[in-house]
């Protein structure tokens, strides 16, 4: 199983980012899909998952800017972020975890916000 994150990049405070998670096999067969982050000097947190049944739950620092949804025909997940902030800044990795659970992460993208 690979999960390949894009997306990321710089962007102005205020600006907007969409990443993608494309998964090389049927998202169906994963109970939940996610984004984590992780900034310099804290520790990795959990910005947003949806489950298979399409249940979302977001950090409370990110809630009413970020949207997670996914597309099964495409086997991607994706998290649209609006009204970036700096504090934003870090490497976001997209996460899968099967009915076993068993983990599986992508390699991570960039996010960096300017002030």
Known sequence: VQL???GGGLVQAGGSLRLSCAASVSIFGFNAMGWYRLAPGKQR????GITSGGSTNYADSVKGRF???????????????NSLKPEDTAIYYCNAVTYDNFDFWGQGTLVTVSS
């Open 45 to 48: 947190e959990l910005v947003a």
């Open 67 to 81: 949207t997670i949804s996914r597309d099964n025909a495409k086997n991607t997940v994706y998290l649209q972020m």
């Open 4 to 6: 390949q994150a894009s």
